[in-house]
């Protein structure tokens, strides 16, 4: 993977600013200000996928081209490029790390394209939950479950929070169930059950919750009330030797909307580790 | 193995008397049922049957038929009644043509232990006209058509909107655009997400309750607009049938007390927009038509 200079770096920062800037300084109304701020804003998914690969520019309007294109831009006529149009998707607040612009120059060069209906990708969406009359947050993994005819739907793969992974220590690390208890008919475990402070005692050493079950179990049971999304963060893996999430802000300029939160170097043999650790899921 | 490897090259050798005979079909959608006889076959003869389908009268056929299942492969023995069941939309998108013809081909191994390759019989037989549902499937053009309905659908909410946030008018007027606006979504039970300006909760309430909400709000004067910006998605089938996709747009609410601007925000709504089908008899025919109806409505931000 070439490694983009300074210059070509800080030349496409630069570019990028120029065509925002023109946006702005060429209106003549605050409400028309207001209007290409909100329009140039990222403000669906599909939106996102539709700018990264290249299918529209930061308007809507069809993109004719593959890489480079000519967009009028609020009467002014710029030359765009899939390179500066993925710099954009970028959000400018976060850090920047060479790999960067590493990734796009890998994007670029090898045509990748997102798809809403690859594997790979998933939602991680924090919830507000009630649980024990506690208000606690909850991350639910979810992906989209593809149909052979791209039908599809959104499915949990999975569930993420502190209590539902937690097993607390017995009180008492003297309970057991005797070594004879098999010829007892196991009427131990009777006793055992009616402790449930201890219950961690009487389960296998590597014993662990599969917080997902436990999720389910708990809202079939009517004992975990859900409230509401508070936030979602998509984490996308289908690109060769990359990862990356895409988060929302909630911000007046004009860089706003989904953008690219985080761009990893991964590669492809790592990715497994990712989903179990970042994404938590059972694999 | 050595009659594995005598079943991997199979070598047809039927006395002329044998034959397939009777190739018919019959439409169980999804699925189709061909059925066939091989008359006149030995006892213990084994043969190896394929099913092949030409859309254009029987000039091609192309490869064997893949999702298939029944009396087709190895180890067929002669007889009458034969049934094989194609599951069509797993190897083709859809299946539509005036001209389809199925053909199946049986072949046995020679006795004696020789073995050669050849094709003894084969049946066509024409179908008249073969259509899958195809309105199962939007094509580009429908999706386009149904994208501005859907916005025509967004704009007649947002004037309803503004006749039930109008104050100069009579309760009844209003009460009527409630009534309206609620019969372009898919039901009652569709939500709408409020917040406030400086809140980071959201709500999600009946859409009645919310339009009800607005429309007694202790303003003088509300003024409701939005902005001339719109992203449409494209699009999407759900798992259950239905399509499915989100309009984005923009609204301004200012809301006047004593002439003076009391409150101000503008917030992104994403619409969620419902594109269902439902069988319609006109006559002796049943047609299918798809409706645009409004689903759920989120609040993303409010500035």
């Known amino acids: 993977m070439k490694r983009l200079s300074y210059i070509t770096k800080f030349c496409l920062t630069i570019e990028f600013f120029y065509i925002i800037f023109s946006l702005f300084v060429t209106a003549s109304f605050s409400q028309q200000t207001t209007e290409i701020r909100l329009a140039s804003r990222v403000k669906q998914l599909d939106e996102f996928f539709s700018r990264f690969n290249f299918i529209t520019d930061i308007l809507g309007n069809k993109i004719v081209g593959k890489d480079t294109a000519i967009v009028t831009i609020n009467g002014v006529s710029k030359t765009l490029t899939r390179r500066l149009q993925i710099s954009a998707l970028i959000d400018m607040m976060k850090n920047h790390k060479d790999s960067d612009a590493e990734f796009i120059n890998d994007i670029c060069s090898n045509g990748y394209l997102l798809n809403f209906y690859d594997k790979d990708w998933y939602a991680v969406a924090t919830c507000n939950v009630v649980y024990k009359g506690k208000d606690v947050l909850l991350n639910l993994i979810l992906k989209n479950e593809v149909y052979p005819d791209n039908r599809s739907k959104w499915v949990i793969t999975g569930a993420d929070a502190d209590f539902l992974n937690t097993i607390p220590d017995p009180k008492d690390k003297n309970s057991i169930i005797s070594p004879v208890s098999n010829d007892l008919n196991f009427q131990e475990l009777s006793k055992a059950f009616s402790h449930p402070e201890n219950l961690k005692q009487f389960f296998v050493q590597d014993f662990s919750l599969d917080p997902t079950s436990v999720f389910y179990a708990l809202l079939q049971s009517k004992q975990l009330q859900f409230k509401g999304v508070k936030s979602i963060r998509y984490h996308f893996l289908q690109i060769k030797d990359w990862a990356f999430t895409v988060d929302f802000f909630n911000r007046s300029e004009g860089n706003s909307g989904w953008l690219l939160s985080d761009i990893i170097s991964i590669k492809e043999n790592e990715k497994n580790n990712y989903k179990k650790q970042v994404l938590k899921l059972k694999l | ?303």
């Open chain 2, 1 to 303: 193995m050595k009659s594995l490897f005598l079943l991997l090259i199979i070598i047809p050798c039927l006395l002329p008397a044998q034959k397939i005979d009777n190739v018919r079909f019959e439409i169980n959608d999804p699925n189709i049922n061909i059925y066939y006889d091989i008359v006149n076959a030995k006892p213990n003869q084994d043969f190896y049957v394929t099913a092949f389908c030409s859309m254009d009268g029987g000039i091609n056929y192309g490869k064997p038929l893949n999702s298939v299942n029944g009396d087709i492969g190895f180890s067929i023995k002669g007889g009458k009644g034969k049934k094989i069941v194609w599951d069509v939309l797993n190897d083709m998108e859809q299946l539509k043509s005036d001209r389809v013809m199925f053909k199946i081909k049986a072949m046995v191994k020679e006795s004696g232990g020789n073995v050669t390759e050849q094709t003894v019989t084969d049946k066509s037989v024409p179908i008249k006209a073969l259509t899958k549902d195809e309105e199962k499937f939007l094509k580009l053009d429908d999706m386009n058509r149904f994208k501005d309905i859907a916005l025509q659908k967004t704009e007649a909410l947002s004037n309803y909107i503004i006749t039930i946030t109008d104050k100069s008018l009579e309760n009844d007027t209003k009460m009527m655009a409630v009534d309206q606006a609620v019969r372009l979504f898919q039901s009652e039970d569709n939500t709408v997400e409020v917040s406030s300006l400086g809140s980071t909760n959201v709500t999600a309430i009946p859409v009645r309750q919310y339009l009800n909400k607005i429309r007694v709000l202790k303003y003088s004067k509300i003024i409701i607009t939005w902005f001339d910006i719109n992203y449409v998605s494209e699009f999407k089938q759900g798992a259950d049938g239905k399509y499915y996709a989100v309009i984005t747009i923009f609204q301004k609410f200012e809301g006047y007390r004593d002439g003076k601007l009391a409150y101000s925000d503008i917030s992104q709504k994403q619409m969620q927009v419902i594109l269902d089908s439902m069988d319609k008899k006109i006559g002796d025919q049943v047609i299918k038509q798809w409706d645009v109806l409004l689903g759920n409505i989120s609040v993303v931000e409010t500035r």
